[in-house]
């Protein structure tokens, strides 16, 4: 059942230059699995306001909860981007079915922009707990300043090596040696084909992205 409890916001941490990790820390513990959302409520304009998140870090991660947004000019995207830590708000968890299924040992995730964040947590909790898993991450945005987490995603790859993330770019800027175009057009070539599609990885599509609706599968 999900619980409504009081956070203090620990630390905000800017992943891209809109968007935003705001990690949080409960007034009493709330369990949750990787890959799960939230409710965060908060004043905006003189009266209570909810919007959904999901939570973009392990649950083995103990000291904080993690949510991460990209800012827009929403007003409730104003009002959250105005909190500093210190600041107090109030959430509802856990929600949601997008878990690990430990009966796969094989995953391929494709995700595109800020769909990133529950991904970003169930990878974060295979590598934190060495679980019997392989995965592949393949992880469209337009440029690459508006790849989220990409330093630690990349430092994940080097250091767990059951882990790949293959960044794909639909308009890089400058030197771009990493894969161009939209997501379907990449895995429509023959490396993908013979190295996911052979291995029969589960695969999880996680797409909130402007390019999404131009996928074809």
């Known amino acids: 059942m999900p619980k409504t409890v009081k956070c203090k916001i620990l630390e905000i941490i800017e992943r891209t230059s809109n968007v935003k990790s705001f990690r949080l820390r409960p007034e009493e513990a709330v369990d949750y699995q990787a890959g799960q959302f939230m409710s965060v409520s908060l004043d905006v304009n003189g009266s209570v306001q909810s919007k959904y998140f999901t939570i973009s870090g392990s649950p083995a991660i103990k000291d904080y909860i993690e949510f991460t947004k990209k800012i827009t000019d929403s007003a409730f995207s104003k009002a959250l981007n105005e909190l500093r830590p210190g600041d107090e708000l109030t959430i509802t968890m856990p929600m949601g079915r997008f878990t690990l299924d430990r009966s796969n040992g094989k995953i391929a995730f494709l995700c595109?922009?800020?769909?990133?964040?529950?991904?970003?947590?169930?990878?974060?909790?295979?590598?934190?707990?060495?679980?019997?898993?392989?995965?592949?991450?393949?992880?469209?945005?337009?440029?690459?300043?508006?790849?989220a987490f990409k330093e630690e995603l990349d430092q994940m790859a080097g250091e767990f090596e059951r882990f790949r993330v293959v960044h794909v770019l639909d308009n890089p800027q400058g030197e771009w040696k990493g894969y161009t175009g939209f997501i379907n057009k990449v895995t429509d070539k023959a490396y993908f084909h013979k190295k996911l599609l052979r291995k029969k990885f589960l695969i999880i599509r996680s797409v909130f992205f402007s390019f999404a609706a131009r996928l074809k599968w």
Request: charged share 20%; glycine share 16%; with cysteine.
């Open 112 to 147: 595109g922009g800020i769909g990133i964040t529950p991904i970003r947590g169930i990878c974060q909790y295979v590598k934190g707990k060495s679980l019997d898993k392989d995965i592949v991450l393949i992880y469209g945005n337009h440029r690459q300043s508006d790849i």
